[in-house]
């Protein structure tokens, strides 16, 4: 059971926007920035979003992070058929769970 | 460029020891600004935060495995070592290193690519 709630799938068609949310709690995400990782297939996590909203460089601006009170969002618009993979969210939290969690993670289908 | 290599062995027997060595490049484990962090993946599961350890050595662990863990690191070598013991079918996962730059946030930004360590006798 992961500290962080995401819905375990999304999907889309190319060109639509998809959202994935991310739920916590005032010990983590309610007081602490969150990061977004993309996991393709058979790959090592890659940071996609990092403090709520900022892309590292080489991270198209399809790419859209933001956090409102507990809960946090990644946007991915105009989807590509590269975009499937499980994208996962993360914080610090300040109690016993912590210092790092992660969310559940959720797949992502471009159908 | 920064580069984490994760080296270990595949297979372990259940109740033993595993050992897993982070190597880095790129950054100096020295630096004030940089901790490294181990998290592991069971196949088809979530990520797992482990283990971290900062720049001046001070280390935090996963509350739910603190006493089968142990993080250490030595600069000289740039390497980050992980030690698990009393290992069990269930520990069977996928085990990241990763990097933090606390300059830009407290959460990992590069990680390696993984070594997959089975425990099965």
């Known amino acids: 059971q992961s500290v962080l709630t995401q819905p375990p799938s999304a999907s889309g068609t190319p060109g639509q926007r998809v959202t994935i949310s991310c739920s916590g709690s005032s010990s983590n995400i309610g007081s602490n920035s969150v990061n977004w990782y993309q996991q393709l297939p058979g790959t090592a996590p890659k940071l996609l979003i990092y403090s709520n909203n900022q892309r590292p460089s080489g991270v198209p601006d399809r790419f859209s992070g933001s956090k409102s009170g507990t809960s946090a969002s990644l946007a991915i618009s105009g989807l590509q058929s590269e975009d499937e993979a499980d994208y996962y969210c993360a914080s610090w939290d300040d109690s016993l769970n912590g210092p790092w969690v992660f969310g559940g993670g959720t797949k992502l289908t471009v159908l | 460029q920064v580069t984490l290599k994760e080296s270990g062995p595949v297979l372990v027997k259940p109740t033993e020891t595993l050992t897993l060595t982070c190597t880095v490049s790129g950054f100096s484990l020295s630096n004030p600004r ?67 730059d606390y300059a830009s946030g407290s959460l990992p930004d590069y990680w390696g690519q993984g070594a997959l360590v089975t425990v099965s006798s």
């Open chain 2, 34 to 100: 940089m901790g490294v962090s181990w998290i592991r993946q069971p196949p088809g599961k979530a990520l797992e935060w482990l283990a971290h350890i900062f720049s001046n050595d001070e280390k935090s662990y996963s509350t739910s495995l603190k006493s089968r863990l142990t993080i250490s690191k030595d600069t000289s070598k740039s390497q980050v070592v992980l030690t698990m013991t009393n290992m069990d079918p269930v520990d069977t996962a996928t085990y990241y290193c990763a990097r933090h």
